[in-house]
């Protein structure tokens, strides 16, 4: 599975740190045009001329100069030198080590989004159950034990031809039966409790497993009702082992008091900015379609 997903994954076509191109200096001086201004106050003006250096190389084009590589040891002609899915400047940024594979910024492999604070925004004041709004940015927990940034996944493609990937956003809890069909039904698992789920939405499974949607597990009620801990999700993730599928501990349930319908489980789909793109009546589905975000999934991405 996770050379699958290095594979996968290597393909992300996100740039990197936007706005570190390191290419056009843009002080308004003209190349070969020397600046009459004296930058530094030392009275030498001969010297602060913008003569048209060229950029500093970096072959890897991974953000970072071919120099910067050369003291951090990282490698110029890779974009990501331990083979861990993150490019050097990502790891440099966020803490991890660009040499250690076992130092990553997520040990599931989830993607990671350098330009997800230029996105809209989020907040749970202003986020409702309402069509449009994007999903409050917020890190939770995951079965691995990271703090994961849902803003990371914004805009994930496998393939340049294909849309980034859309969501559904699963409500669960870890009592709840009909829950636990689903995660095996997504699984694989064909059952007298998940092969009626697989004849309801028949393309949804293999969407899922070819990363053209996220499904994103929140467990936000632990098996008593009460608030959900790491443990939750690890047991979940011991039962229903996906590796393509993030789940994530609604600590402070606020997934659940802001999101939840009026039942377990508890779908809504986001598109690939992370604003809410669909999500199902109160009353929620039928028979033939019980839930109606899913269903969206089969017939329309
Ligand atoms: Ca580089
Ligand atoms: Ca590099
Ligand atoms: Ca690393």
Redesign the pocket.
């Known amino acids: 599975m996770k050379t699958t997903r290095l594979i996968l994954l290597s393909t992300l076509l996100l740039s990197p740190l936007a706005g570190c191109d390191g290419g056009t200096d843009d002080n308004g001086v003209n190349e070969g045009e020397t600046d009459s201004g004296d930058g530094d106050g030392d009275g030498d003006t001969e010297t602060e001329t913008e003569t048209g250096e060229p950029e500093p190389l970096d072959d890897d084009e991974d953000g970072l100069t071919n120099e910067e590589e050369a003291e951090l040891g990282t490698d110029p002609k890779k974009k990501d030198t331990?083979g861990?899915n993150?490019w050097d400047p990502w790891?440099l940024a966020e803490g991890?080590?660009?040499l250690?594979?076992d130092?990553?910024i997520y040990t599931g492999f989830w993607p990671y989004n350098p330009n997800k604070d230029e996105l809209v925004q989020g907040t749970w004041a202003t986020t409702g159950k309402q069509v449009g709004k994007p999903f409050p940015r917020q890190s939770f927990l995951d079965q691995h034990g990271d703090y994961v940034d849902v803003y990371d996944f914004a805009n994930f493609t496998v393939n340049q031809a294909m849309t980034p990937a859309f969501f559904i956003f699963d409500i669960s809890a870890q009592w709840c039966g009909p829950c636990h069909n689903v995660a095996n039904w997504i699984k694989g698992v064909d059952d007298a409790n998940t092969t009626w789920i697989q004849e309801l939405y028949p393309t949804v499974r293999e969407k899922v497993h070819s990363l053209r949607i996220w499904w994103v597990t929140f467990i936000v009620q632990d098996q008593a009702g009460g608030a959900p801990t790491l443990a939750d999700a690890q047991s979940w993730f011991t039962v229903h082992k996906d590796n393509y599928i993030p789940i994530l501990v609604d600590e402070t349930q606020q997934v659940q008091d802001t999101f939840l319908g009026n039942a377990f489980p508890h779908f809504f789909l986001l598109d690939p900015t992370l604003a809410i793109e669909y999500f199902p009546p109160p009353g929620g589905g039928t028979n033939e379609d019980p839930y109606p975000a899913v269903g969206l999934v089969d017939t329309l991405l």
């Open positions: 331990d861990d993150y790891e991890t080590d660009p250690d594979y130092s990553r």
